[in-house]
C-alpha cells in the first residue's frame, strides 16, 4: 500500500519531506487536499489561514506564520518537517470561527471583521450574547478573534490576548468614536454582530480574505464550529509566543 503524501502549501520546503523518507505534493490548497495527505506543512500566515479556510481533517505544521498557532521557526523547518513525517509530534487544537449571515458561511482561524469599506469613515455597529445586548457603538469596525488570533489585529486595537483554554473570543471595536470604549471577552453562544447604520458600505473579512458587503440592519451570527489540528514539535513557538 502506498503511503499517503506529505502536502506542502505556500513558502515551505519539500526538499525536508524527501529528505525524511516521505512524498512531498505541493501546490494550492484544494489540489493538495485533494490528494489525501497524511499531513501538511504550511509555509507563511497566508498559507495556514487558507489551509485552514478548507477545515481539513490532517494536522498541520505552520511554519513562520506568526504568533498564537504554534508556529515554528524558518530555521527549524528541516528539523520540524523530519518529525512530521516521523510522527513524531503532538497535536494542538485551534478553533474555527464561522459567521453566517446573507453572505452565506464564512470560516477563519484567526479573526472575523466587520468594517467600513471607505477610508474615515464610522458606522454604528451592536455586539449581543444571546438576548443581552452587550455594547453599541461608533466605529470604523469590530473584530472578533479567537485566542490564536487575539494575539494580531485585535491585539493592536487594545484587546487582550486569550489563552486557548477560555473557549471565549474578544470582541474589540476598530477605531471607536468614544476614546473610553471596551472590549468583551465572550462566549461564542448566541454571539451576533449587527451594523445599524447605512451611511457607507461595510464589509465582512475572515482572516485576511474579503466575504462581501453587509448590509445595515442585517446580523452576522458568529459561532465556533470544529477545529484546525497543528501539529507540535520541538521548535514549535508555545501558546503565547
Known amino acids: 500500500m502506498d503511503t499517503p503524501p506529505v502536502g506542502v502549501v505556500g513558502d515551505a520546503p519539500t526538499e525536508p519531506v524527501r529528505e525524511a523518507g516521505g512524498d512531498p505534493v505541493a501546490g494550492a490548497v484544494a489540489d493538495v487536499l485533494a490528494a489525501g495527505p497524511e499531513a501538511v506543512v504550511a509555509g507563511g500566515e497566508s498559507a495556514l489561514l487558507a489551509v485552514a479556510a478548507a477545515a481539513p481533517d490532517v494536522p498541520v505544521l505552520p511554519v513562520d506564520a506568526g504568533p498564537g498557532v504554534r508556529s515554528v521557526a ?15 509530534y503532538d497535536t494542538a487544537s485551534l478553533p474555527l470561527l464561522v459567521a453566517r449571515s446573507p453572505l452565506g458561511e464564512t470560516r477563519a482561524l484567526c479573526d472575523l471583521m466587520l468594517v467600513t469599506g471607505e477610508p474615515a469613515r464610522i458606522s454604528e ?7 443581552e445586548t452587550v455594547a453599541s457603538f461608533r466605529a470604523d469596525g469590530v473584530v472578533v478573534a479567537t485566542p490564536a488570533g487575539s494575539h494580531g489585529y485585535a491585539r493592536r486595537a487594545d484587546g487582550p490576548v486569550l489563552a486557548p483554554e477560555l473557549g471565549a473570543v474578544v470582541v474589540v471595536p476598530v477605531a471607536p468614536f468614544a476614546t473610553s470604549e471596551d472590549s468583551w471577552v465572550l462566549p461564542t453562544e448566541g454571539l451576533r454582530l449587527d451594523v445599524e447604520r447605512d451611511e457607507t458600505p461595510v464589509e465582512l473579512l475572515a482572516d485576511d480574505r474579503t466575504a462581501g458587503s453587509v448590509v445595515p440592519g442585517e446580523s452576522v451570527r458568529v459561532a465556533t464550529e470544529g477545529s484546525l489540528d497543528v501539529a507540535v514539535v520541538d521548535g514549535s513557538g508555545g501558546r503565547f509566543a
Open 125 to 131: 455597529y451592536t455586539v449581543r450574547s444571546g438576548t
Open 74 to 88: 524558518r530555521s527549524d523547518a528541516p528539523g520540524a518537517i523530519a518529525a512530521l513525517v516521523a510522527g513524531e
